[in-house]
């Protein structure tokens, strides 16, 4: 049995982390209302969200604004997971995770989690806090997106996320460079990209194909890129 984590615990260890900003904030707690399971939105195929990405973007390719949403879910999904692992030891449980009605952002209605310390794989426990939730995403697309560029996406999300944490705390180097690393090397993450170079630079084997989109342009990590 997973030894669980006080949920006053869980709840500082996310607020810390959302203190990073961008895709590390998830809302804890608070009233019902305006948000919706996310299991709800992979059933529909993530439309609204996708829907919405291609108008943002002014393309009327539609796999270019589904892989773009999946990448934006990923980043949400691991950034908070992977921040209260490396920064906290406690990794939160996402199962009852939550979607705004009308936005991307994420809410867990009750805080939960593990003590990564006492688990028998730590990376094992993220991932399975994360990976999941982008498969569930991945069955219920309408649009046609290759199976490895999504979990390409993942592992750019991934990533970026670690790097984000890396350059708020250096002194995390070893750990996170190891979590990432072993996220990176098993499950749906295998042989997606490869780490570059001891900040964490990223090169993956396919393209979030962003640049499709009419003012858009290659990732720094992207296969295409020189």
């Not at 994360?130 to 219920?140: K, W």
Request: charged content about 20%; proline content about 7%; aromatic content about 4%.
């Amino acid at each position: 049995m997973r030894p669980a984590a006080p949920a006053d615990a869980v709840a500082a260890a996310l607020a810390d982390v959302a203190s990073l900003g961008g895709f590390f904030a998830l809302t804890v707690g608070g009233p019902d209302e305006g948000w919706h399971p996310v299991r709800h939105s992979y059933a529909d195929g993530f439309a609204d969200l996708a829907g919405a990405v291609a108008e943002r973007h002014g393309t009327h390719e539609a796999r270019v604004g589904v892989s773009i949403a999946q990448l934006g879910h990923a980043a949400r999904l691991w950034s908070p997971v992977l921040g209260c692992a490396v920064l906290h030891g406690i990794v939160p449980d996402t199962g009852g995770l939550q979607r705004a009605d009308d936005a991307p952002a994420l809410r867990l209605p009750r805080p939960a989690g593990w003590y990564a310390g006492r688990l028998p794989d730590a990376a094992a426990a993220i991932r399975d806090q994360v990976m999941p939730h982008l498969r569930a995403l991945a069955a219920g697309l309408r649009t046609k997106v290759a199976p490895r560029l999504l979990a390409g996406n993942a592992a750019s999300a991934l990533v970026e996320a670690a790097r984000t944490l890396l350059a708020a705390r250096p002194a995390l180097r070893a750990p996170l460079t190891a979590v990432t690393t072993a996220l990176l090397d098993a499950g749906d993450l295998a042989g997606t990209g490869h780490v570059t170079g001891p900040d964490l630079a990223f090169r993956r084997r396919s393209c979030c194909l962003y640049y499709r989109a009419p003012a858009g342009a290659m990732c720094g990590d992207c296969c295409l890129a020189r």
